[in-house]
Nanobody, 123 residues
């Protein structure tokens, strides 16, 4: 069974940068896409980014395009989220997820959830 663990969250000033990592372990051949979701207090869970584990094709939410980049290192079984020009509205708990994905449906089947890592952007 696939397991994921996030790291790299923290406190940063608006305009700053952070890099999140997600380490993947266990049997993961059935997980075709990895990605990031986030949730802020009082808000719905929000899609942030996705990357195909085999082909590396990425998808980003409109709210983070041009600022965030998602990548992966297959050899190290690790996914990354590079976040630049952070804004206060990016403050959230960020969750690493893995599952099945379609552009129109986003993650419609999630096999793995991380515990989350907190990102706080101060203005």
């Amino acid at each position: 069974q696939v397991q994921v663990v996030e790291s790299g969250g923290g406190l940063v000033q608006a305009g700053g940068s952070l890099r999140l990592s997600c380490a993947v372990s266990g049997r993961s051949d059935y997980v075709k896409t990895m990605g990031w979701l986030r949730r802020s207090p009082g808000k719905e869970r929000e899609f942030v980014a996705a990357i195909g584990w085999d082909d590396g094709i990425t998808d980003l939410a409109d709210s983070v395009k041009g600022r965030f980049t998602v990548s992966r290192d297959n050899d190290k079984k690790t996914m990354f989220l590079e976040m630049n020009n952070l804004k206060s509205e990016d403050t959230a708990t960020y969750y690493c997820v893995g599952g099945l994905y379609q552009t129109s449906r986003r993650f419609y089947k999630i096999y793995a959830w991380g515990r989350g890592t907190q990102v706080t952007v101060s203005s």
